[in-house]
């Protein structure tokens, strides 16, 4: 089964300011979801956007989604402290049983 | 709102003991999965569980680990003579189709000495 990679591996950034999280795929997929991990808990849905989409809007979250690439990128806009956790891009292959899970990318949000 | 509950949180056990971590998710969800984490790690997928059976799993899914639905609210992962190696976070997750938004518990922390 194929796996989101996640760039970077950390970020580090000032309230107010932009993040912006990449993520990388190997093998067709039915769609592409973003989570979120505080330290020490679970995951969190955040975002899922179809392979036949290219872009979605959830509050401060925008996704892309360019499937000619494999690709998908998660902006953050007007980044808080409470931001701060490790953010997983995961995708649905077209088995469609499991989620993938990257690596993940740690943002940092300080005040 | 309805959320995945996962017990124990932690679990202490020695090396070749059996454990068992139970998990109740949501009421209303008919797809059920088992995730771990080891620390710092990636999140792996172990196992999903549709129908009162097995509907995919991974490599790291073997003889050692088993999922059963024994009642109609809890859905546990059996995990037999374990290693030092299987200490991680393992996450329970359920949806209600088997393509869209996984819904996650808290995790329980297993730690095999």
């Known amino acids: 089964s194929q796996q989101g990679e996640e760039d970077p591996q950390a970020l580090s950034i000032q309230e107010g300011e932009n993040a912006t999280m990449n993520c990388s795929y190997k093998?067709?997929?039915?769609?592409l979801q973003w989570y979120r991990q505080n330290s020490g808990r679970g995951l969190v849905h955040l975002i899922l956007i179809r392979s036949n989409e290219r872009e979605k809007h959830s509050g401060r979250l925008r996704v892309t989604l360019d499937t000619s690439k494999k690709s998908s990128s998660l902006l953050i806009t007007a980044s808080r402290a409470a931001d701060t956790a490790s953010y997983f891009c995961?995708?649905?292959?077209?088995?469609?049983?499991?989620?993938?899970f990257g690596k993940g990318t740690s943002l940092l949000v300080t005040p | 709102e309805p959320e995945v509950t996962q017990t124990p949180s932690h679990q202490v056990t020695q090396m070749g003991q059996e454990v068992i971590l139970r998990c109740v998710p949501i009421?209303?969800?008919?797809?059920f999965y088992w995730y771990r984490q080891i620390l710092g790690q990636k999140v792996e997928f172990l196992v999903s569980f549709y129908n009162n059976e097995i509907s995919e799993k991974s490599e790291i899914f073997d003889d050692q680990f088993s999922v059963e639905r024994p009642d109609g609210s809890n859905f546990t992962l059996k995990i037999r003579s374990t290693k030092l190696e299987d200490s991680a976070m393992y996450f329970c997750?359920?949806?209600?189709?088997?393509?869209?938004?996984?819904?996650f518990g808290e995790g329980s922390r297993l730690t095999v000495l």
């Open positions: 997750a359920s949806s209600e189709s088997n393509t869209g938004e996984l819904f």
């Open positions: 009421s209303n969800h008919l797809y």
């Open positions: 995961a995708t649905e292959d077209l088995s469609g049983y499991a989620l993938n």
């Open positions: 093998t067709s997929i039915n769609n």
